[in-house]
């Protein structure tokens, strides 16, 4: 618990009072239900393109699109970390020019908008397995990571080459070859050892395009997320969108696993 309130008394100037964060050691009542860290599976850009009669490549660029309008709407609402699903390690099964086309955009995206975030004190960080994508890609994201780790307005995690299984098999591994002791293995060792160590679980996770699957995204952080799926394709989702989800975590009780 103190990990997630140091995150949000100390990385942002401008967050709420600890007394309004969400705990699990405040009774449910006196919990304000308000999203800080937000997830989205940005899915259905395909399906956008193919109604159009366009490449699947065009629904990505659109998604791109949708993302930039989706992570202004998050400042004005004041949420303080954006988790995006933008590639999982299973999409490496999609067709060479899809998965070529999605690489290419992630780049030539970073390139282009990572001056403008870092203006608007985006903090960005990767999610997922830098080291399998190509070194121009890692160069990229890790001199973005360490230009924008200093802002504070919003943290932007892209979950890119993610798995949720690749990341505990990653931790496994690494907590094996640091010899730890399995007594001492508990929730906030594993917690630890993940590639959000130090970032607080999400409060909700957002589905588009109608689809009702977890897909390998944020396994362990979400244990207690609220989700929210919308019909919605990602490429459409915008303001509203992401208004109505917000009313509707704002009408659920958090229990985590407890009686109300
Ligand atoms: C799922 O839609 C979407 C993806 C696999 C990629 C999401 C990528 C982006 C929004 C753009 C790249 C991101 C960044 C950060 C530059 P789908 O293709 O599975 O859609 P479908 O289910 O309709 O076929």
Redesign the pocket.
């Not at 940005?42 to 956008?48: E, S, T």
């Given at each position: 618990m103190a990990r997630l309130q140091n995150y949000f008394t100390s990385a942002k100037g401008n967050s709420a009072p600890q007394s309004q964060s969400i705990t699990t050691e405040q009774p449910a009542s006196e919990q304000t239900p308000r999203v800080r860290h937000l997830a989205i599976i940005?899915?259905?850009?395909?399906?956008?393109a193919t109604r159009r009669h366009l490449p699947?490549l065009a629904?990505?660029k659109a998604?791109?699109n949708?993302?930039r309008r989706v992570l202004e709407c998050a400042i004005d609402e004041s949420i303080e970390m954006l988790s995006?699903?933008?590639?999982?390690t299973e999409?490496w099964g999609r067709p060479h020019t899809e998965v070529d086309g999605?690489m290419r955009?992630?780049w030539e995206?970073i390139r282009s908008d990572i001056e403008k975030l870092h203006r608007e004190g985006v903090r960005l960080r990767h999610l997922g397995r830098l080291k399998d994508l190509s070194p121009d890609i890692q160069k990229a994201v890790q001199d973005s990571v360490d230009l924008t780790q200093n802002n504070t307005r919003i943290g932007l995690n892209?979950c890119?080459n993610y798995g949720g299984r690749a990341e505990l098999v990653d931790a496994v591994r690494q907590i094996i070859a640091d010899g730890r002791n399995p007594e001492t293995i508990d929730e906030d060792m594993i917690s630890s050892y993940l590639y959000t160590r130090d970032l607080p679980d999400p409060d909700m996770v957002i589905r588009t395009?109608g689809e009702m699957r977890v897909s390998n995204f944020l396994l362990w952080q979400s244990a207690y997320s609220e989700y929210y799926a919308t019909p919605t394709?990602?490429p459409d989702f915008g303001k509203e969108d992401l208004c109505a989800a917000l009313d509707s975590f704002h009408r659920r009780q958090r229990r985590f696993g407890r009686l109300g």
């Open positions: 940005m899915d259905g850009n395909g399906r956008w699947r629904g990505h998604g791109v949708a993302l995006v699903y933008a590639f999982s999409n999605l955009l992630f995206t892209v890119f395009a394709l990602w």
